[in-house]
């Protein structure tokens, strides 16, 4: 474990423009951070481009604003693309926001082998517990198959996927449900990718995941070890995996949905306990949240005091000596087999389901997120869950004042660089490759067990410099919006 290598201590990071979130960048790189994560704004999930009336509003809200691929290229000025690895947490566009990542390198001279990173690209946790889905789940989990094949033969220090249990939790989910669901989730695509014809371990070791950190530190630390045995014996049993496929690899972060506003700097400590248990449990990638994220974006103040707090845990604390402090706590060993036996259990409810895809249009998911997130609210407003500066050890300070940026402002300057980047592009060559692009894409739109590659084609409508916008309209046209039952 740490001996030999300290985690990745990636910080997430989108603010309105691109240029602003490059500056942010470059702050927590010279701070010292060792990986990127990006945060896209809602109009670039939804693959929506910042001039549409849809978008109004929303342009640079709650993560950076990305249309084209010389916005992508601004994002990523100065940043040594070879030598550092970037997360983006990007779902229903990862093709083509990956595709720009790609052509901005290819238009440095830097090959794609050269790449290093994750792309999001978890749909189905999209259905179950975000809403930034687009088309409908059958066409989109074939783009997610494609997204594996592209990246094995191309790009193959890239993870093509981070299979969140993250935004499960968020959604109010439990420790076991997060781990159940998530693994659900993970069979579905690995089903899907060897069903496409990909052998299960020319793509397995590139699977990367992402969970949740909160307050209860045996019980997080113990998930992350009840979920190393879980993927092991998932990934052996159900498709004959090699070891190097059955090796759980995550990312981190703390609790976004823990954060409270009264009080803000007690977050401070609450970050700090999530962080250890995530350290603990043997997290691979980590991002700490800043203090005041439950009033506004962090202030760099809060987004260098995060960063810090992984250092004093990596440098000071001592937890990085030995590869398992916790190893032989009868306590510790006790929670992480409870949790791993749950969790089976809560699976196999899913496997009679007939798998993630079809509990999903059950609403089993959903209906058994819903009802722990209300069972714990009212745990909260009775007072038997106590959050402390909310229910308990309150005062009568009020929320400070947080700067925010002039999103009126931001929003008129994107859509100026959108329209003057359309206006001397080459119109006829954007028109043919979303032409070919909806030819490509008719054969995603019916269930098959085999798909035309896709990810080619989106990389030339990159190339011809359309936007995420009419690359989404084109998918659109041929496969439709999903509209949930």
Same mark, same amino acid.
């Given at each position: 474990m740490y001996r030999g290598r300290l985690w990745t201590m990636r910080q997430y990071a989108g603010f309105g423009t691109a240029a602003e979130t490059n500056r942010r960048f470059r702050l927590l790189l010279d701070a010292g951070q060792t990986g990127l994560s990006v945060a896209f704004d809602l109009p670039t999930q939804m693959g929506i481009d910042s001039d549409s009336p849809r978008a109004q509003g929303e342009v640079g809200r709650v993560g950076v604003a990305i249309d084209t691929v010389d916005d992508m290229a601004t994002l990523l000025d100065g940043l040594p693309l070879d030598s550092v690895s970037t997360s983006m947490t990007i779902n229903a566009t990862a093709s083509t926001l990956l595709a720009m990542y790609i052509v901005v390198a290819e238009e440095r001279g830097i090959a794609r082998d050269r790449l290093s990173g994750t792309i999001q690209n978890d749909i189905l946790k999209e259905y179950i517990a975000r809403g930034t889905y687009i088309y409908p789940p059958q066409p989109s989990l074939a783009l997610?198959?494609?997204?594996?094949?592209?990246?094995?033969a191309e790009v193959p220090s890239w993870n093509p996927i981070s299979i969140s249990g993250y935004h499960i939790r968020e959604a109010g989910a439990t420790a076991v449900q997060e781990l159940a669901f998530t693994f659900a989730n993970a069979i579905e695509y690995v089903s899907r990718a060897v069903a496409a014809g990909l052998p299960v371990n020319t793509f397995a070791?590139?699977?990367?995941?992402?969970?949740?950190?909160?307050?209860?530190?045996?019980?997080?630390?113990a998930k992350f070890r009840a979920a190393r045995r879980l993927y092991a014996h998932i990934m052996r049993d159900r498709f004959g995996a090699s070891d190097a496929s059955a090796r759980l690899r995550f990312h981190t972060q703390t609790g976004g949905v823990t954060l409270q506003a009264q009080q803000p700097l007690n977050n401070v400590v609450r970050v700090a306990v999530q962080a250890l248990s995530a350290v603990l449990g043997g997290t691979q990638s980590l991002h700490t949240n800043g203090y005041d994220e439950a009033i506004a974006l962090p202030t760099e103040q809060a987004a260098t005091l995060a960063l810090r707090t992984q250092q004093i845990l990596a440098n000071e604390s001592g937890v990085a000596l030995t590869a398992d402090p916790l190893a032989g706590s009868y306590y510790v060993e006790h929670l992480t087999n409870t949790l791993a036996d749950q969790a089976t259990e809560l699976l196999a409810r899913v496997d009679a389901l007939g798998g993630a895809a079809k509990a999903i249009e059950a609403s089993f998911f959903q209906e058994e997120i819903a009802r722990s997130a209300y069972e714990y609210q009212l745990s909260v407003e009775r007072g038997d869950t106590v959050v402390v500066g909310v229910n308990k050890f309150t005062d009568d300070e009020p929320v400070p004042p947080i700067p925010t940026p002039d999103f009126s402002a931001l929003e008129r300057g994107q859509i100026e660089r959108l329209r003057a980047a359309r206006a001397v592009r /080459?119109?006829? @060559?954007? %028109? =043919? *490759?979303?032409?070919?692009?909806?030819?490509?894409?008719?054969?995603?739109?019916?269930?098959?067990?085999?798909?035309?590659?896709?990810?080619?084609?989106?990389? /030339?409508?990159? @190339?011809? %410099? =359309? *936007?995420?916008?009419?690359?989404?309209?084109?998918l659109r046209e041929e496969w439709g919006t999903y509209r949930p039952g």
């Open positions: 997610v198959a494609d997204l594996f094949r592209f990246c094995a070791p590139r699977l990367s995941f992402f969970f949740a950190a909160h307050n209860d530190l045996f019980e997080e630390a /080459d119109d006829a @060559r954007v %028109r =043919a *490759s979303l032409r070919a692009l909806r030819e490509t894409a008719r054969g995603y739109a019916k269930p098959a067990d085999r798909t035309p590659p896709l990810m080619e084609t989106i990389i /030339d409508a990159v @190339r011809a %410099r =359309a *936007s995420v916008g009419e690359i989404a309209d084109a």
